[in-house]
């Protein structure tokens, strides 16, 4: 059984959860701060993370981006109704996915799923690149240190979020991916249709990797249809 460990400072949502999720054929356990969920962590093994953003203490978004630089298990944010900011930086400091409060347990449910669902493939993919060196439009990645190193050696360390999209374009160059392709894709879900989570994730590899992100040319919008990684790409080690 799926072991997901439930971070949320409330407790009523911490035991409603918990219930839910073991009535629904998983495991559970719940951690009220940082600090627990660290010791909980510390002794246990678990194969994804339901995190709430306001907490007391060091709050969700510091955990996601210091548990993503560890690349230590998925993560789902649970946010208030309304903060898009917060939904945007969880995404791209390496959130798995996100769900707003409030949230029908089901709904939650489904998205557990679809994440552990993913990754798998996310680890098969991640195997074939493992100790590889990649080459496109001047540029290396290093795919174990999920570093980029321009023609000058500048190095910029990417973000899991940044990795994972930068992957799913680097293993179909020149390839049009539609918004809802990318996020199914790097998400597993699909795409509402005001979401721009796509849209916002592609600005932000944009300033990392174009040397203008206004006026890109590695990775270029196909009007009406999305977006294309326009360079050769090379195993070179």
Known sequence: MPHILVVDDHRQIRDSVTRFLERNGMRATAAKDARDM?????????????????????????ICKRLSAEKRLPIIMLTALGQDQDRIVGLEIGADDYLPKPFNPRELLARIKAVLRRAPEEMSEAGALSGRILRFGGLA???????????DGNRVQLTTADFRLLTVLLARPRTVLSREQLL??????????????????????????????L???LITTVRSHGYSLNADVEVIA
């Open 141 to 151: 990645l290093d795919t174990d240190a999920h570093v980029i190193t321009d023609r």
């Open 215 to 217: 006026r890109p040319t």
């Open 184 to 213: 199914d894709l790097t998400a597993g879900r699909a795409a509402g249709p005001l979401d721009r989570t796509i849209d916002n994730q592609i600005s932000r590899l944009r300033r990392k990797i174009e040397t203008d992100a």
């Open 38 to 62: 660290d010791e909980k962590l510390a002794k246990g093994h678990y194969d994804l993370m339901v995190l709430d953003v306001m907490m007391p203490g060091e709050d969700g978004l510091s």
